[in-house]
């Protein structure tokens, strides 16, 4: 009898210590927006044994997120945090010979951005630069190491102004979410000298200058900059080079009226990969990138993916100069691809149900990468035969004791016959042939695309138990051009189609409960959610977030203005077509779907006016609606706390309408 009670204790002890040692796992909820870490701009050092990058934590506390420094060894088994401070840190660049790490900060009380130098081996970090006037933007190291090339926005002196001074504009695109309104200061650029800290100006002039590249003997800077009479009128940009010296002549090597972007010399230093649009036109929105290569002395470039039909991101030169490696975005996924000088072949490196986002070679040949899956967020990784290597864990810890939702494409036909792709988001607990509360969580852009990544908001929304549909409609990225062109200037047309055709489809497949359908976004995704329940009643809740219903209203209003003169011509000549696109709001008594409306106060992308009005015509028709401005907040919601109440918000208008 005590043997069996003995052993019964021992059997209880031990499945309490597994238990403890295994805690049961649960849903996401609104508050784990503040354990989830952000990794960026991963550098790997010069002998290629480490990678530095930055990782982003928020301190609930403080209500803030902060950015510091770290370090992890190519094999990934050794990882150091380098920097500690409150302050943040950013833009870590190895200094050619790998002694010394830069970054970016505005530590110890300083009012602007300054390159912070540490040594790789230890000790406190020492600052660099003093930069008296300007926003430093970028930098770049030169190939020896003696100086490094700066991007500098020119600022007026307003440290002894008591009162400020009146805001004087005179330029046709006047304003811009985050930048405010834009005045004329010019973005130049300069060269530092490390020893002498003496500070060269490099090109002058009413234009802005950008990208800076190193040619490989470090005699020449490549850079961007668009030099035609009115840059505010186009969205062109092409690729210059001058002599990495003080008033050195400035040779364009581009000449395309669009936009080139992303140079990269060739190791030989003969030639510079870059991309460019497809389009010569003066305006770009629906457009994709071609990876093109030229002559550093200028002449015919060579388009290697133009038949792709594909955008191309991220080019990095082999280590023999024979082929550029690039990301591909396709259909819901970003692949690593591999093209031939010679004829541009592609050959797919790494692909599958996944987001490669960042791509950087290593000495020996190799690439490093970031990348996310549905059920990983992003995480840093090494290519090895086209297998990746996990390099970083930083989110194992978010990640353990979390039930995710299962993640599916599938294809819905519109009703006018096009093919959709979207991903469909079940909760983890989900019985398949089992109806539930649906709700479209819609992209904006609208060029973008919902690929097969980790994506937050839609995992938040099917944790509270909702199928959750992300519709790639028309308009969106990795479907080829006219796929993404076909909604120029008819906004809320095919995009509704294809909303309400990948609706059908869960409905019909026994996905989706038809009575309990809601549908929500932010920005485009905010926009074609008031398009869609102005088109439709079957919604019975709705989320739009930073979105417009009256777009008659919105020219000098928000920052498109050349998206306003090119698709839609001037209002005074072309007011027909913007009465209809705004029937969201001049229909608004149609509508019967209680929806909230969001938008962040600052908000000069898609400023708060759009939100508010739609919702001063619910208000006033006694539809069921609420208005949430979050103070101080751009297009995009950066302050934590504010993420963490937008989950709370969206979840508890669904649940009142939806459950």
């Not at 490094?148 to 400020?164: G, N």
């Not at 995710?404 to 792709?421: C, H, N, Q, W």
Request: aromatic share 12%; hydrophobic share 35%; proline share 5%.
């Amino acid at each position: 009898m005590k043997k069996n009670l003995l052993i019964s204790g021992f059997f209880c002890l031990f499945s309490f210590i597994l238990f403890a040692q295994n805690p049961a796992k649960r849903s996401l909820k609104p508050s784990d927006v503040y354990r989830l870490q952000n990794l960026s701009d991963p550098q790997i050092s010069p002998d290629g044994n480490w990678v530095a990058y930055t990782l982003s934590t928020v301190d609930s506390v403080k209500n803030k997120r902060n950015s510091d420094i770290w370090m992890i060894s190519w094999d990934g088994k050794e990882s150091i945090q380098l920097t500690h401070t409150p302050d943040g840190e950013s833009q870590p660049r190895w200094s050619p010979d790998g002694k010394y790490l830069s970054f970016v900060s505005s530590r110890n009380g300083l009012t602007s951005s300054q390159i912070w130098l540490m040594d790789r081996r230890g000790g406190e970090a020492k600052q660099l630069t003093d930069l008296k006037k300007g926003d430093l933007s970028d930098y770049a190291w030169s190939p020896d190491g003696k100086k490094i090339a700066l991007v500098i926005k020119t600022q007026s002196d307003t440290s002894k102004v008591k009162i400020p001074k009146p805001i004087v504009l005179d330029r046709y695109k006047f304003k811009q979410d985050v930048e405010g309104y834009l005045t004329k200061k010019p973005i130049h650029l300069y060269l530092y000298d490390i020893s002498t800290k003496k500070l060269d100006t490099l090109t002058k002039g009413d234009y802005d200058e950008s990208s800076p590249r190193w040619s490989p003997d470090g005699t020449q800077i490549a850079f961007l900059s668009n030099h035609t009479e009115d840059p505010d009128r186009n969205a062109n940009a092409d690729i210059w080079v001058m002599d990495a010296k003080p008033n050195a002549q400035m040779k364009q090597i581009t000449k395309w009226s669009g936009r080139d972007f992303s140079p990269e010399w060739s190791p030989d230093g003969k030639q510079i990969a870059y991309l460019r649009t497809t389009s010569s036109e003066n305006y770009i929105m629906y457009d994709q990138s071609i990876l093109c290569v030229i002559s550093k002395d200028g002449g015919e470039p060579k388009l290697l993916t133009k038949s792709l039909d594909r955008p191309v991101g991220s080019p990095q030169w082999s280590k023999d100069g024979t082929s550029i490696m690039g990301l591909v975005t396709d259909d819901r996924t970003k692949y690593v691809a591999q093209f031939s000088i010679l004829d541009g072949k592609l050959t797919k490196i790494a692909s599958g149900n996944r987001s490669f986002n960042i791509l950087e070679k290593h000495p020996s040949g190799s690439f490093l990468v970031t990348m996310s899956d549905p059920q990983i967020p992003t995480e840093i990784y090494v290519l090895e035969n086209g297998n990746p290597r996990r390099l970083t864990k930083h989110q194992d810890d978010f990640l353990a004791n979390l039930n995710l939702a299962s993640v599916e494409g599938f294809t819905s036909k519109s009703k006018d016959g096009a093919s959709v792709s979207n991903i469909l988001y079940r909760p983890f607990n989900a019985v398949k042939g089992v109806k539930l509360p649906t709700i479209f969580f819609i992209h904006g852009g609208p060029v973008a695309q919902d690929e097969f990544s980790f994506d937050l908001s839609r995992q938040m929304l099917a944790a509270s138990g909702y199928n959750v549909v992300a519709v790639n409609y028309r308009g969106s990225n990795g479907r080829g051009l006219d796929f993404c062109k076909i909604i120029s200037g008819d906004w809320g047309n095919k995009e509704v189609l294809d909303i309400l055709g990948a609706t059908d489809y869960v409905i019909q497949n026994g996905i989706a409960d038809s009575e309990k359908l809601g549908i929500g976004g932010w920005s485009y995704g905010g926009i074609l959610t008031d398009y869609t329940i102005a088109s439709d009643t079957r919604f019975k809740a709705a989320s739009s977030g930073a979105g417009v219903g009256m777009v008659s209203s919105m020219y000098g209003v928000d920052q498109y203005i050349l998206q306003y003169d090119n698709e839609l011509g001037s209002p005074w000549k072309n007011f027909d077509k913007y009465v209809a696109l705004s029937y969201p709001f001049l229909k608004a008594d149609r509508i019967k779907t209680p929806t909230q409306f969001m938008v962040g106060e600052s908000d000069f992308n898609v400023p708060s006016v759009g939100s508010e009005q739609m919702y001063q015509a619910f208000k006033s028709l006694g539809i069921p609606t609420e208005l949430i401005i979050y103070p101080g907040q751009f297009h995009g919601i950066t302050n934590p706390s504010f993420q963490k109440d937008r989950f709370e918000r969206y979840l508890t208008w669904f649940n009142k309408y939806l459950k």
